[in-house]
Nanobody, 122 residues
Framework: QVQLVESGGGLVQAGGSLRLSCAAS????????MAWFRQAPGKEREFVAA????????YYADSAKGRFAISRDNAKNTVYLQMSSLKPEDTAVYYC???????????????WGRGTQVTVSS
């Protein structure tokens, strides 16, 4: 089973940008669809974005469209989330997740990292 480690979180002002990374090990990375989720304090975890095994197809939550971009580098076993025009409501712990299968089945992502904190100040 693939192991995932997120990095790149931090404190940023509203309107700023961050790039999150998720490094995978222990599996054949190019077999997996990858996704980013987030969980704000007191709220349920929510889907942010997903990408298929090759990087040719992406899928975004409405809240991420036009501001966030998911990408992957299979040679580096890494998936990225470029976040721009950040808002205070983007504050959350961001998790990456993996599954062998469709990127569209959000509830079936079964391998999780420990998360990285993103805090957006107003």
């Amino acid at each position: 089973q693939v192991q995932l480690v997120e990095s790149g979180g931090g404190l940023v002002q509203a309107g700023g940008s961050l790039r999150l990374s998720c490094a995978a090990s222990g599996g054949t990375f190019s077999r997996y669809a990858m996704a980013w989720f987030r969980q704000a304090p007191g709220k349920e975890r929510e889907f942010v974005a997903a990408i298929n095994w090759s990087g040719s197809t992406t899928y975004y939550a409405d809240s991420a469209k036009g501001r966030f971009a998911i990408s992957r580098d299979n040679a580096k076993n890494t998936v990225y989330l470029q976040m721009s025009s950040l808002k205070p409501e983007d504050t959350a712990v961001y998790y990456c997740a993996a599954r062998i299968g469709s990127l569209y089945e959000k509830d079936k992502f079964g391998s999780w990292g420990r998360g990285t904190q993103v805090t957006v100040s107003s």
